[in-house]
């Protein structure tokens, strides 16, 4: 008899998008072949449709995964997003829904007060002065301490 060990995995944070528009192939398959050659243009449509809505919840779910090329894009066709790993590909349309974009500026807001995220670490946008790094008052302190 193998020996079961329990050990308790204690989870913090899990970002995951279940695709519900997902439909079993022989649901869409059992339907009337006329209807189908005649609506296969807007099924195919519908469903680039929805692929991009799903494509927009997983970047919403981690957005640090993608890079945000909305402010450097080298020519008008080039995606405002691209995934680090995958290579998908997002562009901003206007027939996105509206909370996409309300969605975006959530997110930007988010990394304007917090800086950016690359990779594993946190980079803000600081606007230090050379005042911040004046050690003129770092002699007067050793010397007062006694050091």
Same mark, same amino acid.
């Given at each position: 008899?193998?020996?079961? /060990?329990? /050990?308790?995995?204690?989870?913090?944070?899990?970002? +995951?998008?279940?695709?519900?528009?997902?439909?079993?192939?022989?649901?869409?398959?059992?339907?009337?072949?006329?209807? *189908?050659?005649?609506?296969?243009?807007?099924?195919?449509?519908?469903?680039?449709?929805?692929?991009?809505?799903?494509?927009?919840?997983?970047?919403?779910?981690?957005? +640090?995964? $993608?890079?945000?090329?909305?402010?450097?894009?080298?020519?008008?066709? +080039?995606?405002?997003?691209?995934?680090?790993?995958?290579?998908?590909?997002?562009?901003?349309?206007?027939?996105?829904?509206?909370?996409?974009?309300?969605?975006?500026?959530?997110?930007?807001?988010?990394?304007?007060?917090?800086?950016?995220?690359?990779?594993?670490? /946190?980079?803000?946008?600081? *606007? $230090?002065?050379?005042?911040?790094?004046?050690?003129?008052?770092?002699?007067?302190?050793? +010397?007062?301490?006694?050091?």
């Amino acid at each position: 008899m193998p020996l079961k /060990i329990a /050990i308790p995995i204690h989870v913090t944070d899990l970002n +995951y998008v279940l695709d519900q528009n997902r439909r079993h192939q022989d649901k869409e398959n059992s339907s009337d072949k006329s209807s *189908t050659i005649s609506t296969s243009d807007e099924m195919l449509l519908e469903k680039e449709y929805v692929d991009r809505l799903h494509l927009w919840q997983v970047f919403f779910a981690n957005p +640090y995964e $993608w890079w945000d090329n909305r402010q450097s894009k080298p020519y008008f066709r +080039y995606p405002d997003f691209k995934h680090k790993d995958t290579r998908e590909k997002l562009w901003l349309r206007a027939d996105d829904p509206p909370w996409v974009r309300r969605q975006l500026k959530l997110h930007d807001l988010e990394k304007a007060e917090n800086g950016f995220r690359d990779g594993s670490r /946190i980079q803000k946008n600081h *606007t $230090w002065k050379s005042q911040d790094f004046d050690c003129s008052d770092d002699d007067e302190l050793l +010397y007062s301490s006694g050091v």
